[in-house]
């Protein structure tokens, strides 16, 4: 058995919790990686010229398994998510390039600690806090 965590396969289930009425259309929002409202509005309107679809979505509500319980997400964290299944390609280009700017001041931070300045500049606040 490995000890490394495999990542889970992506399903799709009903999210009741997130969900208006049983929770398919954010189950599909966020299978899909769309904005729920969005996905709210055309299923309603589709539902308005198919009447068909209201047996569909009462049928899925039925036949789609509930999202398992699992930690709440923030907000930032589904908007990721959201973007992985859009373009993930785009995000992961977006993600190395603020690795690459915290980098960047992270360098500029140590070379200030590891100066002559910085030992100055504690020392001028050593005698401006003995006041």
């Known amino acids: 058995m490995s000890h490394y965590q495999e990542f889970p396969t992506r399903r799709f289930f009903r999210d009741p919790k997130h969900g208006i009425f049983g929770g398919v259309c954010a189950g ?3 299978y899909f990686g769309f904005d729920v409202t969005a996905v709210r509005l055309v299923t309603f309107f589709s539902m308005l010229f198919f009447q068909m679809l209201i047996l569909v979505y009462i049928l899925l509500v039925f036949i ?27 995000t992961f280009a977006e993600v190395r390039y603020r690795f690459r700017d915290l980098e960047t001041r992270l360098q500029k931070m140590e070379r200030y600690v590891t100066s002559k300045r910085f030992q100055l500049d504690r020392e001028f606040d050593k005698l401006r806090n003995q006041d």
């Open 28 to 30: 599909i929002a966020n």
């Open 64 to 90: 789609v398994p509930r999202q398992p319980n699992t930690p709440e997400r923030t907000t930032a964290e589904r908007a990721f998510d959201r973007a992985m299944r859009r373009a993930p390609k785009a």
